[in-house]
């Protein structure tokens, strides 16, 4: 079985294939795709010269699902994007995207846990296929999201600490606030 904690890593050819080490087969970008929302972390890497590869196909698999029509990222944020490499101030928009991402993932683990342990419907009938549903649907909301930021779930028949529970969303309250200070003062 491969180690999955290490990016599996992906050799390209000066023919510009790409070759994946653990398998010993040649991969598509949409193969890569497949391996990241599957939450494997990959590292592309040219033959010859060694140079990392990673960040450039990562960004051609962003633009070919933009270019059939499945939108990533809203048209505003990819100018500002662009308006955040132009421009020759140090730009806060990667941390404020890596930032914004950590409190999606954390949020997403939060309402799983809040689904599984807390919620006092739980008692009712169907209430098991209606949160099977739930699961389903945030994991088609955050299936983009780079899946190396592990779903950290609570036991099932555990019980968070409440006092956790309010200390938790207190911390979130307070990262948002954060953020949104970060923005006004972009503007």
Partial sequence: MADTDKPLLIKRYASRRL?????????TLEDISGFIRDGREVQIVDLKS?????????????AEHE????????????????????????????????????????????VLENINTINPMSKMPGFDVMQAQQEAFMKAMTSNIPAAWPVMQTPKGEKPAKAESDENLDAIKKQLAELQEQLSKLK
Avoid: C, H, W
Wanted: aromatic share 10%; proline share 5%; no cysteine.
């Fill in 19 to 27: 070759y994946n080490t653990e398998t010993s087969d040649y991969v």
């Fill in 50 to 62: 060694g140079d990392d590869l990673t960040r450039q196909y990562l960004l051609q698999i962003i």
């Fill in 67 to 110: 270019s059939r029509g499945e939108s990533v990222l809203p048209v505003d944020v990819l100018n500002d994007l662009v308006r955040s490499y132009m421009s020759p101030n140090v730009s806060v928009v990667p941390q404020f995207l890596k930032a914004s991402f950590d409190m999606l993932r954390d949020g997403q683990s939060r």
